[in-house]
């Protein structure tokens, strides 16, 4: 298939369209002319949308679509793309349905059989990511952290021994009390704070959860940040293990009760402890 086929616009489709997070030059040429071509737009906020379409000199009809009335637009959104209009969703910045609206309009769409494409482009997590200097390999999204204080606690628990990089959106109204939470909760690591980026006055900070909450003390948050925190390392990882306070003998039997033969009880513990199966052997023959 050529370029231009791949790039035509088709009837009847949902462009999922990803837009600057803060240049506005980077908004590809293909989101550029998708926007241009479709016959309608989705957007989170028109008003913001609206901006970046007089950049370009494009005008098109527009319906608002975010978390508080999506339910309803959903099924106007669906109604248009089945009667062969197409269509383009955007948020404010970055990639629609990460962190933003869209996900379940998605969802919607795939359940009656309506084609979606994604016109990829910026995303905050992704770019941060890529400026932390921290594993990227492997890594989890967070997003923002929701509901109580102690259901963010409890989130927290839940991967504190995760060994991938975490990476988490947050206000500046609510980044202090974030990081102190992460700190508290995760521990001592490195962090990257992300913000304005792509912007003239982007800035990563690259410092530890500790020494990031005594920042912000000295320096009022501005803007959107995304905060990259390295993950777990082993020797945490073991602290913090159920076998953390029983000796290596206790921890193969352990295993064996739970119907392991003694040798795959004692490779077993080699993986658990990072130490290698000789020692284990060792010290279940003395």
Do not use: W
């Not at 008003?47 to 009335?69: A, W």
């Not at 920042?215 to 990259?228: C, I, M, S, T, W």
Request: hydrophobic letters at 40%.
């Amino acid at each position: 298939m050529s370029n231009t086929e791949k790039n035509k616009i088709i009837g009847g489709t949902l462009y999922i369209v990803a837009t600057p997070i803060g240049n506005l030059a980077d908004l590809s040429e293909r989101a550029r002319k998708v926007l241009g071509e479709v016959d309608f737009i989705a957007a989170e906020d028109t008003r913001v949308t609206g901006l970046l379409l007089s950049q370009y000199g494009i005008t098109k009809p527009m319906l608002m679509y975010h978390d508080h009335n999506k339910e309803q637009k959903e099924k106007e959104i669906i109604k248009k793309l089945q009667s062969g209009l197409s269509g383009a969703l955007v948020s404010d910045a970055g990639t629609p349905c990460i962190s933003d609206p869209g996900g379940e309009l998605v969802r919607a769409c795939i359940e009656n059989d309506v084609p979606v494409t994604s016109v990829p482009g910026c995303c905050a997590a992704i770019t941060a990511l890529t400026l932390s200097g921290f594993v990227t390999g492997r890594f989890a999204f967070e997003g923002f952290l929701t509901g109580s204080q102690g259901e963010k606690r409890k989130r927290l628990e839940e991967i504190k021994l995760d060994k991938r990089t975490l990476i988490f959106y947050e206000s500046p109204h609510r980044v202090q009390k974030t990081v102190a939470l992460l700190h508290e909760v995760l521990g001592e690591r490195d962090v990257a704070l992300a913000r304005e980026l792509t912007k003239l006055n982007e800035q990563v900070v690259h410092t530890t959860l500790g020494r990031a909450v005594r920042f912000f003390d000295e320096h009022a948050p501005k803007g959107e940040y995304v905060l990259v925190v390295a993950g777990a390392k082993s020797e945490q990882i073991r602290e913090e293990a159920f076998f953390a306070d029983m000796t290596i003998a206790e921890h193969v039997t352990f295993y064996m009760n739970s119907g392991l033969s003694k040798m795959e009880a004692m490779k077993a513990v080699s993986r658990d402890r990072g130490i290698p199966k000789g020692v284990v052997y060792k010290e279940m023959v003395e």
